[in-house]
């Protein structure tokens, strides 16, 4: 497929795979495939929104993989395994609205101490209770700092 080039805007740019190097929180990744545009006339390289998207995982996937962290289809089996929904862990790991969404989709790579968390409750779901016990402690002191501060 071709297109016409958004840089110089005469020549067509035709779909290329090379490697492409990267960076992510400060790691640098090297993909030994990604495909992208180059324009012939002006030399310029692009990526169409698709493209983008596609390098944006792999490079999050490259990054896990250098770390030694789960990949987002491990997180989605431990957590299906423990029967909890997207919510659940979020509330249980303290962590904002749609973060483990954002795992799970590989649009974000999780942190060691939660991918920590993650292979010991894989290992030993009995785990998971004290997790409760924790998250039930939290919201105790909550409502005590809120009732104090009313």
Known sequence: MKVTCPVCGTGKAKVVKQPYQAKYNGEIVVLPS??????????????????????SIAVKNEVRRKLGLLPPEKIVAIREKLD????DLERLLDLGQKVVTRWESGRVVQ??????????????PKGLSTLKEIEKLREQAQRKSDFVHA
Request: charged share 25%.
């Open 84 to 87: 909890l929904t997207q919510s």
């Open 111 to 124: 942190p060691s101490t939660a991918d920590t968390i993650l292979r010991m409750l894989d290992r030993d």
């Open 34 to 55: 990604v495909e992208m545009f180059h324009c012939d006339s002006c030399g310029e390289e692009f990526f169409a929104p698709g493209q983008a998207k596609a390098l």
